[in-house]
């Protein structure tokens, strides 16, 4: 399951997710991550199971969570099937079926935004706001 | 035995007619043989969808009143050439939204009018005795033009070099996203299904012949532009009429970072006369081949990283090197079967009889490179040859006096051997004394990672790198990584004012 976690890190420089990992033993995977001197931005990845207790952790320690569902939406009336999406995604999101349509699964996305900037016809975009 | 148009004709008129589509076909040759086939089979729909920069449409809007002779002419703000009669005008697929750039282009205006939505159109005239009026602002609707003709000039390309990256940064290309380090690799066409993969020799695709163009039923006008049928990449000329076009086989889109063009439909339905035409439609994937081109290479004759079959491509990982690699199409296969599939409906229910070509194409026909008279400016042309460069084994102290002395930025660092191996600017000198910790010697803070030009290489590919990498300066080497001079954005101004703006 992901999380996109976000902190502020005005109050100094607590390394939150260093502290999730220890308090909860729960071993975290860090797919994607933005940190600047203001706030910090980190796409993890956990064990369904133990999401719960990594959520609540988190949100203790003053960061927000969202889990991550189908984050990527396919137009199918803009998608004409060819495929330009399969290659350039570093989570093989995109493949054909049998009879070459496009399947997605969106559940491996780490929202790097790349499928959604090159689709030649538009048709993937970010569901909400981030 | 051998069949005639007319014999052929007379089925689908009747309702006869074996049809079955260019895939289908190889298993249909392999179970009966070559002459059971052609007893068997009387036409072979072809099918491709993908993308075709050279399309366009030709408009005639009609008089408005008072008249206007319209000398420039927009329809959503993508401008179409008008330099014909009064209120004709061409569309060009790729033409960009003066308002929009590469989010709209004369690809979606098409799309737009095929949907049945409604395109503002405005123009302007200097005004004439027989045409007085100077500008005209309308809405426009497809069904309004007396005439919207699509004429692709090339279209349906028999096969496609497929692209790859070797370079360190990301391309964004007609061919889609090429990631650095053969991060994938991208191709397009239906391969199996293409038009001309299944007429290699041009024997019954010609002009005059019936097609299947955007959903409607279209004619080939003749050869394609750039056509190169005797090395393999024959391509067409195509007509039909737009307002007959369904978007489901037009769709305008954008190749991001690169522009606009149009994904369009194409099938054409082949005779089967012939043992000839029988070898021919039984082409499979595994049959056609192209190289992987490799465009991190600026220039006109790119290398190949190796050559793969469509068979290869469509499996979604080829093999370079010992490594495997995911390819991305960026034609759609499912579409192109749907091309050929509604084709074959159409010719089964006799909407369709077929014809032979009014005139055959040369299938001896290549395509040749400009012969440019005049070269266009070269780095040798404008470098600076004094070039102070600095061994990596002198003390920074050195290189600062070095800088000063030549009353520049950039100091290329050499090894023992002359062999360029860094470089060195007043930045990376000014921060080794504010942090002296990371050692005394022009190798302990030099950048290893220099990138170069050549004397011969065009000045145009030297300015994209200085713009790309943000530098400001290149060193110049020959091919032994001699330094031999340096391009800094200084030299640039030699280009104004000189003999190169003529």
Not at chain 2, 44 to 55: D, E, I, L, N, Y
Not at chain 2, 109 to 132: F, H, K, N, Q, W
Not at chain 2, 257 to 283: C, F, H, K, M
Request: aromatic fraction near 6%.
């Amino acid at each position: 399951m992901k999380l996109l976690v976000t902190f502020s890190r005005k109050e100094g420089r607590k390394p939150i997710i260093a502290q999730v990992v220890r308090d909860t033993g729960v071993l975290v995977n860090v797919e994607r991550a933005l940190i600047d001197s203001s706030e910090g931005e980190a796409l993890i990845d956990i064990p369904d199971e133990s999401c719960r207790i990594v959520k609540d952790r988190l949100t203790d320690l003053g960061a927000s969570v969202r889990i991550l569902e189908e984050e990527i939406i396919l137009d199918e009336t803009e998608c004409v099937d060819c495929g330009a999406c399969i290659s350039i995604c570093p989570q093989e999101v995109f493949s054909f079926d049998s009879d070459f349509r496009l399947q997605m699964d969106a559940r491996k996305c780490v929202l790097c935004g790349r499928c959604i900037e090159i689709c030649p016809h538009r048709a993937l975009s970010r569901k909400g706001p981030a | 035995m051998r069949k005639t148009i007319q014999e052929i004709n007379e089925r689908i008129k009747e309702g006869n007619a074996r049809v079955v589509t260019a895939e289908e076909m190889p298993q249909i040759v392999a179970e009966l043989g070559e002459e059971g086939a052609l007893a068997e089979v009387d036409v072979v729909t072809t099918g491709t969808f993908g993308a075709m920069c050279s399309s366009g449409c030709f408009f005639n809007f009609g008089h408005a009143d008072p008249p206007i002779r319209m000398e420039k002419v927009w329809l959503n703000d993508v401008e179409a050439y008008a330099g014909i009669a009064a209120v004709d005008a061409y569309l060009g697929a790729t033409e960009k939204s003066t308002t929009r750039e590469e989010n709209y282009g004369g690809a979606h205006v098409l799309e737009d009018l095929a949907a049945g939505r409604s395109v503002e159109l405005r123009a302007i005239s200097r005004g004439t005795d027989c045409y007085p009026r100077r500008t005209i602002t309308t809405e426009i609707l497809l069904e309004n033009c007396n005439q919207a003709i699509m004429v692709n000039p090339r279209n349906g390309y028999q096969r496609y070099n497929a692209a790859g990256n070797s370079g360190d940064r990301v391309l964004h290309t007609y061919m889609g996203m090429l990631l650095p380090s053969l991060g994938n690799i991208t191709y397009s066409g239906a391969g199996v299904l293409n038009p001309l993969a299944n007429d290699p020799h041009l024997r019954v695709i010609g002009q005059g012949v019936p097609c299947f163009l955007g959903g409607a039923e279209g004619m080939v006008v003749g050869e394609g532009t750039q056509a190169s049928p005797a090395t393999g990449f024959g391509t067409l000329m195509v007509t039909g009429d737009l307002k007959k076009m369904k978007t489901e086989y037009l769709r305008a889109a954008t190749m991001t970072g690169y522009g606009v063009t149009l994904y369009v439909g194409l099938g054409i339905p082949i005779p089967v006369l012939d043992i000839e035409t029988v070898r021919s439609t039984a082409v499979r994937d595994e049959d056609i081949w192209v190289d992987i081109i490799d465009y991190s290479v600026p220039s006109r004759s790119r290398p190949s990283l190796g050559r793969v079959s469509y068979a290869m491509l469509r499996s979604g990982r080829v093999e370079i090197g010992g490594e495997e690699i995911r390819t991305s199409s960026l034609s759609s296969f499912r579409r192109a079967r749907m091309v050929a599939a509604e084709l074959k409906g159409w010719v089964e229910s006799g909407r369709m009889t077929l014809a032979l070509p009014t005139r055959p194409l040369d299938p001896g026909r290549k395509a040749e490179p400009m012969k440019e008279t005049v070269q266009g400016p070269r780095v040798l042309q404008i470098m600076e040859r004094r070039v102070a460069t600095i061994g990596e084994d002198e003390p920074i102290r050195d290189a600062a006096a070095k800088l000063l002395k030549g009353e520049t930025n950039h100091l290329p660092v050499v090894n023992g051997n002359g062999v360029l191996v860094g470089i060195v600017t007043t930045y990376d000198i000014s921060k080794a004394v504010v942090n002296p910790g990371k050692g005394n010697f022009v190798r302990d803070i030099m950048k290893r990672k220099v990138i170069t030009t050549t004397p011969e290489e065009s000045v145009d590919i030297a300015i994209r790198k200085l713009e790309k990498y943000n530098i400001s300066a290149l060193p110049v080497v020959d091919r032994e990584m001699h330094v031999v001079g340096i391009l800094t954005a200084m030299d640039l101004g030699k280009l104004f004012g000189g003999r190169w703006l003529k």
